[in-house]
């Protein structure tokens, strides 16, 4: 196999623990936006292009475990072992609201139409919270098979995806009925679901195997058998023709999706990677790992092999804004002690 180009990314420091959940926001009219969860408590939000640090969520006392954006990355959400998940300002920093739960809060997404907040953990319950009425109790769904361990929305806010931390499968929910409609088969438990940008397909890594499930028809498309056991797993947005996958051994590998094979390895972290995902352009994807640093790694290869910056170059330059301008407009987000954090 021809040897690629060793890629340097961008490492962007500020957690004091590991980094174990990732999210891009879509592309907005300022650009797009990185959101990272951490087991230090402090959410910190990025400029999705140079991974400049914009600002930190203060106000969690335990680990968080699921961060998220809203589709205009106005507002942030995460998920807590301190039993909350919160809801801020993107813009601000400030704390909008905290949604009480009896026990650790694992994962957390917004609608597409951005009014509900679904969440997920310990105790087995499934909740959408109506962000117009974020006093009013949450709608509930309670028969989940085992504690959450991610939960992602899909076919217009009409289904719930989940998957359990300790059995395997993915169950699909009918959001009206509350019901499982369908379960899509693993050996291990899932710990990383994704929905494609073109809705055509779910992302999944369980043990060490990485699949690709069609979205509507809920059949098997694809299976891969990792060199490791992989944590996360990431698909192309743009073109769809690659993914990446990173867990126990440290690297973020990057994958044909047609035939499996890999075409790039890239090196750098210091302890096993949690989470991987590609920017909403698919330009870049971005590595968390147990080290407690974010990685940003530029896409070496577009649909025909040519380099994507030379690409870039060809379609002239990005209308992304300045990190001052980011900085700017994203003030007074809050930093703050880490006392009594919680597992």
Same mark, same amino acid.
């Given at each position: 196999m021809e040897k690629k180009k060793v890629a340097v990314p961008l490492v962007c420091h *500020?957690?004091?623990?590991?980094?174990?959940?990732? @999210?891009?926001?879509?592309?907005?009219?300022?650009?797009?936006?990185?959101?990272?969860?951490?087991?230090?408590?402090?959410? +910190? /939000?990025?400029? *999705?292009?140079? *991974?400049?640090?914009?600002?930190? &969520?203060?106000?969690h006392k335990g680990a968080v475990?699921?961060?998220?954006?809203?589709?205009?990355? /106005?507002?942030?959400?995460?998920?807590?072992?301190? &039993?909350t998940a919160k809801l801020w300002d993107a813009l601000t920093g400030d704390e909008l609201h905290s949604f009480d739960h009896k026990h650790i809060v694992r994962a957390c997404a917004f609608s597409e139409d951005t009014h509900l907040l679904l969440t997920g953990g310990f105790e087995k319950i499934l909740r959408i @919270?109506?962000?117009n009425r974020p006093d009013a109790p949450p709608r509930e769904v309670v028969n989940s098979p085992g504690s959450v361990r991610s939960v992602v929305w899909l076919h217009s806010d009409q289904t719930i995806l989940s998957s359990c931390s300790d059995s395997g499968g993915v169950?699909?929910?009918d959001v009206r009925s509350g019901k499982i409609v369908h379960t899509l088969e693993t050996k291990s438990s899932v710990t990383s679901a994704e929905v494609s940008k073109d809705g055509r397909y779910i992302t999944t890594a369980d043990g060490s195997s990485v699949k690709f499930w069609d979205a509507n028809h809920f059949g098997l498309v694809k299976s891969y058998d990792m060199p490791c056991t992989v944590e996360s797993a990431s698909l192309e947005p743009k073109f769809g023709n690659k993914f990446i996958a990173g867990g126990?051994? +440290?690297?973020?590998?990057? @994958?044909? @999706?047609?035939? *499996?094979?890999?075409?790039?390895?890239?090196?750098?972290?210091?302890?096993?990677?949690?989470?991987?995902? &590609?920017s909403p352009g698919g330009e870049s994807y971005a590595s968390g790992s147990?080290?407690?640093?974010?990685?940003?790694?530029?896409? /070496?290869?577009?649909?025909?092999?040519?380099?994507?910056?030379?690409?870039?170059?060809?379609?002239?330059?990005?209308?992304?804004?300045?990190?001052?301008?980011?900085g700017s407009k994203m003030e007074d987000l809050h930093v703050g002690s880490k006392e009594g954090v919680r597992e």
């Open positions: *500020g957690h004091s623990r590991p980094v174990v959940d990732l @999210f891009y926001s879509p592309i907005t009219p300022d650009g797009f936006f990185l959101i990272s969860a951490s087991k230090d408590s402090t959410p +910190m /939000l990025r400029n *999705g292009e140079t *991974g400049d640090w914009i600002g930190t &969520f203060e106000g475990w699921s961060c998220c954006l809203d589709t205009n990355a /106005l507002r942030a959400a995460s998920a807590s072992a301190d &039993f @919270f109506d962000l169950r699909l929910w126990e051994d +440290m690297w973020i590998r990057l @994958f044909d @999706f047609n035939t *499996g094979e890999e075409i790039g390895c890239n090196k750098g972290h210091h302890g096993p990677v949690h989470c991987v995902r &590609f147990e080290d407690g640093t974010v990685r940003i790694w530029q896409t /070496l290869t577009g649909p025909s092999g040519q380099k994507d910056n030379a690409i870039a170059a060809a379609n002239g330059p990005t209308k992304q804004p300045s990190a001052i301008e980011v």
